[in-house]
Antibody
Framework: EVQLLESGGGLVQPGGSLRLSCAASGFTFSTYAMSWVRQAPGKGLEWVSAICGSCGSAYYADSVKGRFTISRDNSKNTLYLQMNSLRAEDTAVYYC????????????????WGRGTLVTVSS | ETVLTQSPGTLSLSPGERATLSCRASQSVRSGYLAWYQQKPGQAPRLLIYDASNRATGIPDRFSGSGSGSDFTLTVSRLEPEDFAVYYCHHYGTSPPTFGQGTKVEIK
């Protein structure tokens, strides 16, 4: 079955860190660009970061640049998001989403989404 | 950054009626790289339309997308009960990609 499954969310204090994981199955993970998209409670969608299949290039929204790091382990079919210096405004459901191939990793629609993992930043 | 403005914010319609949702970009969307998603409460978004007018796999043909440049439209020809949800447009023509704020289609 083609699916994405996020994990690693939880409650963290402002200034803290958290690492999200996204396990992929059912497709050739290493081929595809992947992204993280978040949704604050009751709000719309916000693109966070993208990484290409195997080139190593990564891109970030200005709101997380310098604090978040996207990475992937193609041998484990897993995408990661390391989140440091967390702020209250980072509170959201974080989705991983599958892009495509042969273009910049941000230049894709998302044809497969995980169920999301909730990150709550609060003291 | 390209800002996407969706209208209306809420659309109140009855099953069987036609829904027309608008997405306007603050600048022209390169190559028509515009997608539409449907999201129901507690669920992840689902891709409906990509590249402005191409239906995603498994999407019923009552959903159609059109437009170019900076004006795009999602049309649901006849609303089914399962179509009442929030719809988002998303451009991926330039970095950063952005989403519209959403249109809620509710039962009248």
């Amino acid at each position: 079955e083609v699916q994405l499954l996020e994990s690693g969310g939880g409650l963290v204090q402002p200034g803290g860190s958290l690492r999200l994981s996204c396990a992929a199955s059912g497709f050739t993970f290493s081929t595809y660009a992947m992204s993280w998209v978040r949704q604050a409670p009751g709000k719309g969608l916000e693109w966070v970061s993208a990484i290409c299949g195997s080139c190593g290039s990564a891109y970030y929204a200005d709101s997380v640049k310098g604090r978040f790091t996207i990475s992937r382990d193609n041998s484990k079919n897993t995408l990661y998001l390391q989140m440091n210096s967390l702020r209250a405004e980072d509170t959201a459901v974080y989705y991983c989403a599958k892009g495509g191939v042969d273009r910049a990793p941000w230049a894709w629609y998302f044809d497969l989404w995980g169920r999301g993992t909730l990150v709550t930043v609060s003291s | 950054e390209t800002v996407l403005t969706q209208s209306p914010g809420t659309l109140s319609l009855s099953p069987g009626e036609r829904a027309t949702l608008s997405c306007r970009a603050s600048q022209s969307v390169r190559s028509g790289y515009l997608a539409w998603y449907q999201q129901k409460p507690g669920q992840a978004p689902r891709l409906l339309i990509y590249d402005a007018s191409n239906r995603a796999t498994g999407i019923p043909d009552r959903f159609s997308g059109s437009g170019s440049g900076s004006d795009f439209t999602l049309t649901v020809s006849r609303l089914e009960p399962e179509d009442f949800a929030v719809y988002y447009c998303h451009h991926y023509g330039t970095s950063p990609p952005t989403f519209g704020q959403g249109t809620k289609v509710e039962i009248k």
